[in-house]
T-cell receptor, first 115, second 110 residues
Framework: EAEVAQSPRYKITEKSQAVAFWCDPI?????LYWYRQILGQGPELLVQ????????DSQLPKDRFSAERLKGVDSTLKIQPAELGDSAMYLC?????????????FGNGTRLTVT | DAKTTQPPSMDCAEGRAANLPCNHS???????VYWYRQIHSQGPQYIIH???NNETNEMASLIITEDRKSSTLILPHATLRDTAVYYC???????????FGGGTRLMVKP
């Protein structure tokens, strides 16, 4: 079964540094999502793409977070500068259409630790 | 917000059926109910989804009440590998957002 690929699997960075995460969705999936999951909580949506366009980034802290999906395929999420409170699992997911009848498929995430 | 209510934790004996409830009283008429599960240190895994009718696949069954305000995920013969956090959720039609709640931590015991 095709999978959503994410890298790196783990990242440790010092506060005020820049950090980036990469996601390659399942081939043919038009919709891509980035989630943040703090330990012990459910995932929280940060940004949703339809092809290369942002559909929703209302929960993305835009002063320090940015996301792009330039060619409508893979995507990068960046944090600059990182803060201690950004320590979390960052999950990428994709779906075929992004409609109400289209399940999400998740990668295994990048666990970020900010020291 | 697309809010769901689930019990924070449940236990189930291995080999028995696990019935996980979810309340989604504000769901709209054309929004599907989804269930995912998350095993420690992995991303959430899709299990099943449905609109009005009960659904079954190789992993589980989904029972949705007639008024669609609640649903139950059934794992017919739970195994130790089914120990995970189970999330019930649905799309928010306004923005295609998928909102996770706190989930139910299912512990399957030998």
């Amino acid at each position: 079964e095709a999978e959503v690929a994410q890298s790196p699997r783990y990242k440790i960075t010092e506060k005020s540094q820049a950090v980036a995460f990469w996601c390659d969705p399942i081939s043919g999936h038009a919709t891509l999502y980035w989630y943040r999951q703090i330990l012990g909580q459910g995932p929280e949506l940060l940004v949703q793409f339809q092809d290369e366009s942002v559909v929703d980034d209302s929960q993305l802290p835009k002063d320090r977070f940015s996301a792009e999906r330039l060619k409508g395929v893979d995507s990068t999420l960046k944090i600059q500068p990182a803060e201690l409170g950004d320590s979390a699992m960052y999950l990428c997911a994709s779906s075929l259409e992004g409609t109400v009848n289209s399940p999400l498929h998740f990668g295994n995430g990048t666990r970020l630790t900010v020291t | 917000d697309a809010k769901t209510t689930q019990p924070p934790s449940m236990d189930c004996a291995e080999g028995r059926a696990a019935n996980l409830p979810c309340n989604h009283s504000t769901i709209s008429g054309n929004e599907y109910v989804y269930w995912y599960r998350q095993i420690h240190s992995q991303g959430p895994q899709y299990i099943i989804h449905g609109l009005k009718n009960n659904e079954t696949n190789e992993m589980a069954s989904l029972i949705i009440t007639e008024d669609r305000k609640s649903s139950t995920l059934i794992l017919p013969h739970a195994t130790l590998r089914d120990t995970a956090v189970y999330y019930c959720m649905w799309n928010n039609n306004a923005g295609n957002m998928l909102t996770f709640g706190g989930g139910t931590r299912l512990m399957v015991k030998p």
